[in-house]
Nanobody, 129 residues
Framework: EVQLQASGGGSVQAGGSLRLSCAVS????????IGWFRQAPGKEREGVSA????????YYADFVKGRFTISAANVANTVYLQMNNLKPEDTAVYYC??????????????????????WGQGTQVTVSS
């Protein structure tokens, strides 16, 4: 079983930045692609970004391209989501998750929550205008 713990959320004004961290259990780090999802009140969970440890590929939803950056620090068993130029519509609970399928399928399914087998608890991000 993979354990994940998300942290780094908070409250910022529009235009501000936050860096989310997803700590992954050491024995499993690198074995699973990691994705970030978010869920705003009354809305469905949506894929934000993902990173592959198979080929180093990164994936972004159109609504965060150019503003968010996903990265991984192997020595820290941590995946980061750097979020810049935050907007009020980015307000949501953010989750990190481990992809449960064949890593080669990440390209097609990285933003589909049902493909992820393990989830961390969420961290709240609130962006005020």
């Amino acid at each position: 079983e993979v354990q994940l713990q998300a942290s780094g959320g908070g409250s910022v004004q529009a235009g501000g930045s936050l860096r989310l961290s997803c700590a992954v259990s050491r024995s499993q780090f690198g074995s699973y692609a990691i994705g970030w999802f978010r869920q705003a009140p009354g809305k469905e969970r949506e894929g934000v970004s993902a990173i592959s440890f198979t080929d180093g590929g990164t994936y972004y939803a159109d609504f965060v391209k150019g503003r968010f950056t996903i990265s991984a620090a192997n020595v820290a068993n941590t995946v980061y989501l750097q979020m810049n130029n935050l907007k009020p519509e980015d307000t949501a609970v953010y989750y990190c998750a481990a992809f449960g399928g064949d890593p080669l399928l990440l390209l097609r399914f990285w933003d589909q929550a049902e493909r992820y087998a393990y989830w961390g608890q969420g961290t709240q991000v609130t962006v005020s205008s």
